[in-house]
């Protein structure tokens, strides 16, 4: 046992030489200099509340003596009784004086300054002041009065703290001679401390105040990391401690850091000593500046920084000089490593918020690791001291961290455990405060961790592989739509998928990473910004297809995120100018801002996709045909949830959904169509894919021709491509590989075997179908000749009971529906159709107009016509009007707003007529209501003009708005509540021919603590007034509904299905399907369609706003309006006529009476109708048993038709109305003889 005591104590040694000073001395001093500035701080802190209390003693003394001497002698008095009459009101309107004591003192010493003698009085608490007289000689001896005694206290103009005059006395009285002699004593006393005040600051410090100031400034130089020379000497101080502290580690690798007996210094350990000699001595240079620098240097030398110097500073440059070490404060040098987070924020290496916050907690936890490392391995060396035989422990510096780092994990193997009382007394100590410290920095640690390497990595490209950037504002719920439809979108148009980059400067949550992570192998996420250049860089912009600014829908603050929006734009373009830019925005008028920035060109197919203008303009077209909104809506979806509905619930379901699997795309045209018109090309397609031409895209010149147009237009595939509605992308791409050579439309591979544009084209297989056609078309008419002659002699079924089963839903089935015996109406308020029994026929008055008014077919019975159902299209006869410069829109002269601006009353006296009222709920905040796109669309030249009744608050319409509605013939603003029953009575609701509801978002869309369906709560009551208002009239208005949260779309259906509809998803609600309302999110969703489809945002611009769009958008932006036509001007812009036609109008109604044995389909009606009247079917508005109708698109050729359907069908604009204009073309008659 012995033997290992003198081993382990092998580096004590007792026979080192004796240093020159004892080993306590850099103790002591470290010691007197902290205690002497807590000393100076606690005699700062007393002396002055001394002063106070000795001050108020002598002044309590002093009024007690004054009060005695008064009493004793009362004629003294009389100066004061002159002084005060002399005052006047200056005496009696003197305030009370304060009741602080340092107030009164004050007022001692400043009676004292001025040579008077102060009194106070018990009765008003007042002090009295009185000037000691003093020796007048000369004229102003003979001229001073007691108006001059008075006005000589007051010295330039000013007066005592309480703002009153100085009571004096003209004589000596006995009150100023015992009053003298006190004051004598304390001038006196006043006098010797401040000479012995400034004989200190003289000879101690022998600086004047100007001097001094240059010191603390020259210091601060140095000190301040505001200064390029301070930063510098902060930074080599934290290195030379850095490495002060290393010195310490070697040094202690098996020597201990305290010892009481001593530790004779080996070769090494001088060695470092002498290493640490300079840097110590810089430190100490660094602390005189700093201390010197110091405001208060009492206050810095308490400092915790200042403390660490103290202890570190006087041990190491007393080390080289010893001869054995006692102690080694160094460990606490290891506090430097965490002014390497203010050196990394001064050099400007870290800059962000996130980043210095890490930094700071890393290097916080790695400081107190070391440092409690440090205390443990001293005094585990050090032993109980106190007792006879101390601890034999001879740890090292490793070892007491593993030991603290084990412990504070919570682990505790056993393997090191502190033997001395000093150790576990202050492990007890620095375990509990370093777990709090851990558990509230760790987490936060991790939370930054997670989010800084989000923003700081890069992406990296793989090659073959394309991506396309996504930034701009959006929330969770409109990103995920967006990227299922965008990926989707890529692989229906037979592309490689692109993935997406999104960059977004907030970091991501949790619930966006639950959406990512459904499409990790394609989407990114990155936070930055695309204003910054080098969040550009880590995401490749350079190598990016295409960039897409999204926006959020149902924002509040529209202008404000268009601005942003816009921004990000504008630097995508400038760092590449060649880049294709989406850029989707909220108003209609922030899209010239865009438009001004030089680099924005529309060569590479940018696009800037105002949502305003796509809404209100199919707002518009739902109104002249109802569910023309939800039929393009359908066909802009190309979401992956084209699936199946898991459960079919209702027939009309399954109908829906075929419809609702349509797309719209854009596709190049097989140079076997060359030449060929538009009319059988679109026959042709048809009738062999199921697909509907639309439109082309012509490229030179730049055009959207939509079908029908004219007869002779010829196709060229070279500068065109085709816009279709088909089941999907594959099926649209066999137009355009379509060969009758080498059948590459089979495979859906180009063709390679394309044959000059001299050669005769060989088509045999178009000629002949085309044939086919108008050998149908001939048969067609020679039956529809045969029943008008022979109507009542032919072939009828008597009840459709005694029909074929296929028969029996055809057009032949008109006998009324009923459910249970009663009557089938609309089970909600808008009625889609009216059902009457016989009965109902019999007692109620309207049966005989409606009967009247309907078609008789084979079985006897009656089909309510069209009015019926909605508003006869029948155009009443309107003003002409003039038309603009474009030739597209009426135009009328410059109309007021004020004249605009009706009042309900004057609103009824108008007893408007078939008109189109739009009710605007609330007061939106996100900018204009953009109504030019809304009325645009009703004012083409080829539209009768009805009256556009916009009812709601007139300050909506500010002047720049109606300055692009002026010269649209009749407008009205109604000043009103669209809640209210009597402003609604006021514009005739139930006279009108539709009905749109248009409203905002009131409360945020992201905010957790509101209820998301309350965003659309003015609007649905209002919905719910007008439908109220219908139902009760029996009047059959379509009201259309805009909902900001489309959850809200199931309070609209009936009650059948209304809990069916709150469970799909809101494109196959009810609501949704019979066109009744109009989803902002649906819309937002469609983008990616428009970004793989540029041609079909082109072909909807023109169907919106006319060929002449841009031309528009120019003269709006400049504020011009509408200009008039040139008076020689003869130019008419071509376009097409949207409507909804039932089998009561023309041309259907011909083919209603001469299908008499066979249903008619939907096939056959489409080729018919395009070529013979060059009318364009595209879809079915059908009604459904219970009273309804519903949106179905490109049904199958082989759906029978029913007596109560409606087709949505493009008319040209010449089309009329009258039975000639829906007569067989005499070439078509021709052609037939000619095939025969």
Same mark, same amino acid.
């Given at each position: 046992?012995?033997?290992?005591?003198?081993?382990?104590?092998?580096?004590?040694?007792?026979?080192?030489?004796?240093?020159?000073?004892?080993?306590? %001395?850099?103790?002591?001093?470290?010691?007197?200099?902290?205690?002497?500035?807590?000393?100076?701080?606690?005699?700062?802190?007393?002396?002055?509340?001394?002063?106070? @209390?000795?001050?108020?003693?002598?002044?309590?003394?002093?009024?007690?003596?004054?009060?005695?001497?008064?009493?004793?002698?009362?004629?003294?008095?009389?100066?004061?009784?002159?002084? &005060?009459?002399?005052?006047?009101?200056?005496?009696?309107?003197?305030?009370?004086?304060?009741?602080?004591?340092?107030?009164?003192?004050?007022?001692?010493?400043?009676?004292?300054?001025?040579?008077?003698?102060?009194?106070?009085?018990?009765?008003?608490?007042?002090?009295?002041?009185?000037?000691?007289?003093? +020796?007048?000689?000369?004229?102003?001896? &003979?001229?001073?009065?007691?108006?001059?005694?008075?006005?000589?206290?007051?010295?330039?103009?000013?007066?005592?703290?309480?703002?009153?005059?100085?009571?004096?006395?003209? +004589?000596?009285?006995?009150?100023?001679?015992?009053?003298?002699?006190?004051?004598?004593?304390?001038?006196?006393?006043?006098?010797?401390?401040?000479?012995? +005040?400034?004989?200190?600051? @003289?000879?101690?410090?022998?600086?004047?105040?100007?001097?001094?100031?240059?010191? +603390?400034?020259?210091?601060?130089?140095?000190?301040?990391?505001?200064?390029? /020379?301070?930063?510098?000497?902060?930074?080599?101080?934290?290195?030379?401690?850095?490495?002060?502290?290393?010195?310490?580690?070697?040094?202690?690798?098996?020597?201990?850091?305290?010892?009481?007996?001593?530790?004779?210094?080996? %070769?090494?350990?001088?060695?470092?000593?002498?290493?640490?000699?300079?840097?110590?001595?810089?430190?100490?240079?660094?602390?005189?500046?700093?201390?010197?620098?110091?405001?208060?240097?009492?206050?810095?030398?308490?400092?915790?920084?200042?403390?660490?110097?103290?202890?570190?500073?006087?041990?190491?440059?007393?080390?080289?000089?010893?001869?054995?070490?006692?102690?080694?404060?160094?460990?606490?040098?290891?506090?430097?490593?965490?002014?390497?987070?203010?050196?990394?924020?001064?050099?400007?290496?870290?800059?962000?918020?996130?980043?210095?916050?890490?930094?700071?907690?890393?290097?916080?936890?790695?400081?107190?690791?070391?440092?409690?490392?440090?205390?443990?391995?001293?005094?585990?060396?050090?032993?109980?001291?106190?007792?006879?035989?101390?601890?034999?422990?001879?740890?090292?510096?490793?070892?007491?961290?593993?030991?603290?780092?084990?412990?504070?994990?919570?682990?505790?193997?056993?393997?090191?455990?502190?033997?001395?009382?000093?150790?576990?007394?202050?492990?007890?100590?620095?375990?509990?405060?370093?777990?709090?410290?851990?558990?509230?920095?760790?987490?936060?640690?991790?939370?930054?961790?997670?989010?800084?390497?989000?923003?700081?990595?890069?992406?990296?490209?793989?090659?073959?592989?394309?991506?396309?950037?996504?930034?701009?504002?959006?929330?969770?719920?409109?990103?995920?739509?967006?990227?299922?439809?965008?990926?989707?979108?890529?692989?229906?148009?037979?592309?490689?998928?692109?993935?997406?980059?999104?960059?977004?400067?907030?970091?991501?949550?949790?619930?966006?990473?639950?959406?990512?992570?459904?499409?990790?192998?394609?989407?990114?996420?990155?936070?930055?910004?695309?204003?910054?250049?080098?969040?550009?860089?880590?995401?490749?912009?350079?190598?990016?297809?295409?960039?897409?600014?999204?926006?959020?829908?149902?924002?509040?603050?529209?202008?404000?995120?268009?601005?942003?929006?816009?921004?990000?734009?504008?630097?995508?373009?400038? &760092?590449?100018?060649?880049?294709?830019?989406?850029?989707?925005?909220?108003?209609?008028?922030?899209?010239?801002?865009?438009?001004?920035?030089?680099?924005?060109?529309?060569?590479?197919?940018?696009?800037?996709?105002?949502?305003?203008?796509?809404?209100?303009?199919?707002?518009?077209?739902?109104?002249?045909?109802?569910?023309?909104?939800?039929?393009?809506?359908?066909?802009?979806?190309?979401?992956?949830?084209?699936?199946?509905?898991?459960?079919?619930?209702?027939?009309?379901?399954?109908?829906?959904?075929?419809?609702?699997?349509?797309?719209?795309?854009?596709?190049?045209?097989?140079?076997?169509?060359?030449?060929?018109? %538009?009319?059988?090309?679109?026959?042709?397609?048809?009738?062999?894919?199921?697909?509907?031409?639309?439109?082309? @895209?012509?490229?030179?010149?730049?055009?959207?021709?939509?079908?029908?147009?004219?007869?002779?237009?010829?196709?060229?595939?070279?500068?065109?491509?085709?816009?279709?509605?088909?089941?999907?992308?594959?099926?649209?791409?066999?137009?355009?590989?379509?060969?009758?050579?080498?059948?590459?439309?089979?495979?859906?591979?180009?063709?390679?075997?394309?044959?000059?544009?001299?050669?005769?084209?060989?088509?045999?297989?178009?000629?002949?179908?085309?044939?086919?056609?108008?050998?149908?078309?001939?048969?067609?008419?020679?039956?529809?000749?045969?029943?008008?002659?022979?109507?009542?002699?032919?072939?009828?079924?008597?009840?459709?009971?005694?029909?074929?089963?296929?028969?029996?839903?055809?057009?032949?089935?008109?006998?009324?529906?009923?459910?249970?015996?009663?009557? !089938?109406?609309?089970?909600?308020?808008?009625?889609?159709?009216?059902?009457?029994?016989?009965?109902?026929?019999?007692?109620?008055?309207?049966?005989?107009?409606?009967?009247?008014?309907?078609?008789?077919?084979?079985?006897?019975?009656?089909?309510?016509?069209? !009015?019926?159902?909605?508003?006869?299209?029948?155009?009443?006869?309107?003003?002409?009007?003039?038309?603009?410069?474009?030739?597209?829109?009426?135009?009328?002269?410059?109309?007021?707003?004020?004249?605009?601006?009706?009042?309900?009353?004057?609103?009824?006296?108008?007893?408007?007529?078939?008109?189109?009222?739009?009710?605007?709920?609330?007061?939106?905040?996100?900018?204009?209501?953009?109504?030019?796109?809304?009325?645009?669309?009703?004012?083409?030249?080829?539209?009768?003009?009805?009256?556009?009744?916009?009812?709601?608050?007139?300050?909506?319409?500010?002047?720049?708005?109606?300055?692009?509605?002026?010269?649209?013939?009749?407008?009205?603003?109604?000043?009103?509540?669209?809640?209210?029953?009597?402003?609604?009575?006021?514009?005739?609701?139930?006279?009108?021919?539709?009905?749109?509801?248009?409203?905002?978002?009131?409360?945020?869309?992201?905010?957790?603590?509101?209820?998301?369906?309350?965003?659309?709560?003015?609007?649905?009551?209002? /919905? %719910?007034?007008?439908?109220?208002?219908?139902?009760?009239?029996?009047?059959?208005?379509?009201?259309?509904?805009?909902?900001?949260?489309?959850?809200?779309?199931?309070?609209?259906?009936?009650?059948?299905?209304?809990?069916?509809?709150?469970?799909?998803?809101?494109?196959?609600?009810?609501?949704?399907?019979?066109?009744?309302?109009?989803?902002?999110?649906?819309?937002?969703?469609?983008?990616?369609?428009?970004?793989?489809?540029?041609?079909?945002?082109?072909?909807?611009?023109?169907?919106?706003?006319?060929?002449?769009?841009?031309?528009?958008? /120019?003269?709006?932006?400049?504020?011009?309006?509408?200009?008039?036509?040139?008076?020689?001007?003869?130019?008419?812009?071509?376009?097409?006529?949207?409507?909804?036609?039932?089998?009561?109008?023309?041309?259907?109604?011909?083919?209603?009476?001469?299908?008499?044995?066979?249903?008619?389909?939907?096939?056959?009606?489409?080729?018919?109708?395009?070529?013979?009247?060059?009318?364009?079917?595209?879809?079915?508005?059908?009604?459904?048993?219970?009273?309804?109708?519903?949106?179905?698109?490109?049904?199958?050729?082989?759906?029978?038709?029913?007596?109560?359907?409606?087709?949505?069908?493009?008319?040209?604009?010449?089309?009329?109305?009258?039975?000639?204009?829906?007569?067989?073309?005499?070439?078509?008659?021709?052609?037939?003889?000619?095939?025969?």
């Amino acid at each position: 046992m012995q033997a290992s005591s003198s081993s382990s104590l092998s580096y004590v040694a007792k026979d080192c030489a004796k240093s020159g000073a004892p080993w306590w %001395m850099p103790i002591l001093l470290t010691a007197i200099i902290i205690c002497g500035a807590v000393a100076l701080k606690v005699f700062n802190y007393i002396m002055p509340l001394i002063n106070r @209390r000795r001050r108020y003693r002598r002044n309590h003394q002093q009024s007690n003596t004054k009060t005695q001497a008064r009493l004793q002698t009362p004629h003294k008095t009389s100066d004061a009784d002159r002084a &005060q009459r002399w005052s006047g009101h200056s005496v009696d309107d003197m305030p009370e004086p304060s009741s602080e004591e340092d107030s009164s003192e004050d007022f001692i010493e400043f009676a004292v300054q001025k040579k008077c003698t102060i009194s106070h009085s018990k009765t008003n608490n007042r002090f009295t002041v009185r000037t000691v007289p003093e +020796k007048c000689t000369g004229d102003h001896a &003979q001229q001073s009065t007691h108006f001059q005694r008075l006005s000589s206290i007051k010295r330039d103009g000013r007066t005592n703290q309480w703002n009153s005059t100085l009571l004096v006395n003209s +004589k000596k009285s006995s009150m100023a001679h015992i009053m003298k002699r006190d004051d004598s004593l304390y001038t006196e006393n006043e006098r010797r401390y401040g000479r012995l +005040k400034e004989w200190f600051r @003289r000879t101690c410090i022998g600086f004047s105040t100007r001097q001094k100031l240059t010191v +603390k400034l020259y210091c601060e130089r140095y000190t301040t990391v505001s200064y390029p /020379a301070g930063i510098i000497m902060f930074t080599v101080y934290s290195v030379l401690c850095t490495f002060s502290w290393l010195f310490y580690i070697i040094g202690t690798v098996d020597q201990p850091p305290f010892s009481a007996e001593g530790i004779c210094y080996s %070769m090494k350990m001088r060695i470092l000593a002498w290493l640490d000699f300079p840097i110590n001595i810089f430190c100490l240079g660094y602390y005189v500046l700093r201390c010197l620098a110091a405001t208060d240097r009492v206050r810095f030398v308490l400092s915790y920084a200042s403390i660490i110097d103290l202890m570190a500073i006087p041990s190491s440059l007393f080390a080289p000089f010893e001869s054995h070490r006692h102690l080694d404060f160094n460990f606490i040098r290891a506090t430097c490593i965490f002014n390497y987070v203010d050196v990394l924020t001064y050099l400007g290496m870290i800059k962000s918020n996130q980043s210095i916050q890490s930094a700071r907690i890393c290097f916080a936890l790695f400081t107190m690791w070391m440092v409690g490392s440090g205390l443990v391995h001293g005094l585990e060396n050090l032993g109980d001291f106190w007792v006879g035989s101390p601890q034999e422990v001879n740890w090292s510096f490793f070892e007491a961290c593993y030991f603290l780092l084990v412990t504070l994990a919570t682990v505790g193997y056993g393997d090191y455990v502190t033997r001395t009382t000093l150790g576990k007394l202050f492990i007890c100590i620095f375990i509990p405060v370093a777990m709090g410290v851990s558990v509230s920095f760790i987490p936060e640690l991790f939370r930054n961790f997670n989010t800084n390497q989000v923003s700081s990595e890069k992406y990296e490209t793989i090659h073959g592989e394309r991506h396309v950037l996504v930034c701009g504002n959006f929330d969770n719920n409109s990103l995920r739509a967006f990227i299922k439809g965008f990926l989707c979108g890529g692989h229906c148009k037979g592309r490689a998928r692109f993935n997406l980059v999104i960059l977004r400067p907030i970091p991501i949550d949790l619930a966006l990473k639950a959406i990512l992570s459904h499409f990790h192998a394609w989407v990114r996420y990155f936070v930055g910004t695309p204003n910054n250049p080098r969040d550009l860089t880590r995401t490749k912009m350079k190598d990016a297809r295409a960039a897409i600014v999204l926006a959020t829908p149902n924002t509040k603050h529209r202008d404000a995120e268009d601005g942003a929006n816009i921004m990000q734009a504008i630097s995508l373009k400038a &760092q590449k100018k060649t880049l294709r830019v989406v850029l989707q925005l909220h108003n209609f008028r922030n899209k010239c801002l865009i438009n001004n920035f030089p680099r924005w060109t529309y060569l590479v197919n940018d696009m800037v996709v105002c949502m305003e203008e796509l809404k209100l303009g199919l707002m518009a077209y739902n109104c002249l045909a109802p569910g023309f909104a939800t039929l393009i809506l359908n066909l802009l979806n190309i979401h992956d949830n084209k699936r199946s509905v898991s459960k079919h619930f209702e027939r009309w379901r399954e109908e829906y959904e075929y419809g609702f699997c349509m797309e719209l795309h854009d596709v190049g045209i097989s140079h076997e169509f060359d030449n060929l018109t %538009m009319r059988d090309l679109a026959t042709f397609v048809y009738d062999k894919w199921n697909m509907i031409l639309v439109a082309l @895209r012509c490229v030179d010149p730049a055009k959207i021709v939509i079908n029908p147009s004219d007869l002779n237009f010829v196709i060229n595939v070279n500068k065109m491509r085709a816009i279709v509605i088909a089941r999907d992308y594959s099926e649209a791409l066999q137009l355009r590989c379509y060969c009758t050579a080498c059948l590459a439309h089979t495979v859906l591979q180009p063709c390679n075997c394309r044959k000059p544009q001299t050669d005769k084209r060989q088509k045999v297989t178009i000629e002949r179908d085309l044939a086919l056609y108008e050998q149908i078309g001939y048969t067609r008419r020679m039956e529809l000749n045969s029943d008008c002659i022979d109507d009542d002699t032919s072939l009828s079924y008597q009840d459709s009971g005694s029909q074929p089963p296929s028969f029996r839903h055809s057009i032949t089935v008109t006998s009324p529906l009923t459910i249970g015996g009663k009557t !089938a109406h609309g089970i909600s308020g808008l009625r889609a159709g009216t059902m009457h029994n016989a009965r109902s026929h019999a007692s109620n008055p309207r049966a005989e107009y409606h009967k009247a008014n309907s078609v008789e077919l084979r079985n006897g019975a009656s089909i309510g016509c069209l !009015a019926n159902e909605f508003r006869t299209p029948t155009r009443r006869h309107s003003e002409v009007y003039p038309l603009d410069r474009t030739g597209s829109f009426h135009w009328v002269n410059d109309i007021p707003l004020s004249k605009a601006i009706l009042t309900p009353n004057q609103a009824a006296e108008y007893n408007f007529s078939h008109h189109f009222l739009v009710c605007v709920v609330g007061i939106p905040s996100g900018g204009p209501l953009s109504l030019e796109n809304f009325i645009m669309p009703l004012r083409f030249h080829w539209q009768p003009v009805y009256d556009i009744v916009v009812l709601g608050n007139s300050q909506l319409i500010s002047t720049n708005e109606w300055a692009k509605l002026k010269n649209l013939p009749r407008i009205f603003i109604v000043n009103g509540d669209p809640c209210s029953f009597t402003d609604l009575y006021a514009v005739q609701l139930c006279s009108s021919r539709a009905c749109v509801i248009l409203g905002g978002a009131e409360e945020e869309a992201d905010s957790i603590s509101t209820d998301l369906c309350l965003q659309d709560r003015k609007t649905l009551l209002c /919905a %719910m007034n007008i439908r109220s208002l219908l139902q009760r009239d029996l009047h059959l208005v379509h009201l259309t509904t805009e909902l900001c949260y489309e959850k809200n779309a199931h309070l609209f259906s009936s009650v059948d299905t209304q809990k069916n509809d709150y469970k799909l998803p809101v494109w196959f609600n009810e609501p949704f399907a019979r066109g009744l309302i109009f989803s902002n999110s649906l819309l937002y969703s469609c983008l990616n369609s428009l970004f793989y489809n540029d041609d079909v945002f082109h072909f909807l611009r023109v169907l919106i706003s006319g060929q002449s769009a841009d031309e528009i958008e /120019a003269l709006f932006a400049v504020g011009a309006g509408l200009q008039p036509a040139l008076p020689e001007q003869t130019h008419r812009m071509v376009g097409v006529v949207v409507e909804l036609r039932s089998f009561q109008q023309p041309p259907f109604s011909f083919m209603a009476k001469e299908q008499r044995r066979k249903p008619l389909t939907f096939g056959e009606v489409f080729t018919r109708c395009l070529t013979c009247w060059q009318l364009l079917c595209l879809g079915l508005y059908r009604l459904e048993p219970r009273g309804f109708r519903y949106v179905l698109a490109n049904p199958k050729p082989s759906t029978i038709l029913y007596a109560q359907d409606m087709i949505y069908c493009f008319l040209t604009i010449g089309q009329k109305d009258t039975p000639e204009a829906w007569r067989f073309p005499n070439t078509h008659l021709a052609i037939n003889k000619k095939a025969r």
